[in-house]
C-alpha cells in the first residue's frame, strides 16, 4: 500500500513539474477561450512562415520552453489566416506577440527578436 501511494506521490510531483514551463502549441479558438476563462497567462504569437522575424522570435522562445518560472502557453496563430483574430486584437504586423492575464492584455511587442525583451513581455502576465 505504501508504495503505491509513494508511485501516485512521485508521479504528481513529475506531473506538476511538467507544467511549470513554457508551452508553444498551435492556436485554437478553444484553447484561448480556456485560457481567459481560467484567468491562465497565454500570448498570442502572430506569426507567418515566410516572416524572417517570426522564425527569430520562434527560435527564442523555443530555447526559453524549460526556463523554470516562465509558467505560460504561448498559443501561434497564423498571421495570413487568422483574420478575426487579428481585428480582435488590433494587430496589422505579423511578428506580434500579445500576452494576456486572462483576457486582459498585459504586454506587446512587435518585431522584438531579443531574448529580454520576450522574456519580459511574458512575465508582465505572471
Not at 497565454?42 to 526556463?67: G, I, N, Y
Not at 483574420?83 to 504586423?93: A, G, I, T, Y
Not at 511587442?109 to 508582465?124: F, H, Q, W, Y
Amino acid at each position: 500500500m505504501k508504495l503505491a501511494s509513494f508511485l501516485v506521490s512521485a508521479l504528481l510531483i513529475g506531473s506538476a513539474g511538467q507544467a511549470q514551463a513554457l508551452e508553444i502549441k498551435s492556436y485554437t479558438a478553444q484553447a484561448l477561450a480556456a485560457a481567459e476563462k481560467a484567468g491562465q497567462p497565454v500570448a498570442l504569437h502572430f506569426h507567418a512562415d515566410w516572416c524572417p522575424t517570426c522564425r527569430a522570435q520562434d527560435k527564442v522562445l523555443q530555447s526559453m520552453k524549460t526556463e523554470k518560472g516562465l509558467d505560460i502557453t504561448v498559443l501561434t496563430a497564423n498571421y495570413d489566416t487568422e483574420k478575426d483574430l487579428k481585428r480582435r486584437f488590433r494587430v496589422n504586423s505579423q511578428s506580434t506577440l500579445v500576452v494576456l492575464k486572462g483576457r486582459k492584455e498585459a504586454a506587446r511587442l512587435v518585431g522584438d527578436t531579443s531574448t529580454e525583451g520576450i522574456r519580459n513581455a511574458l512575465k508582465a502576465a505572471l
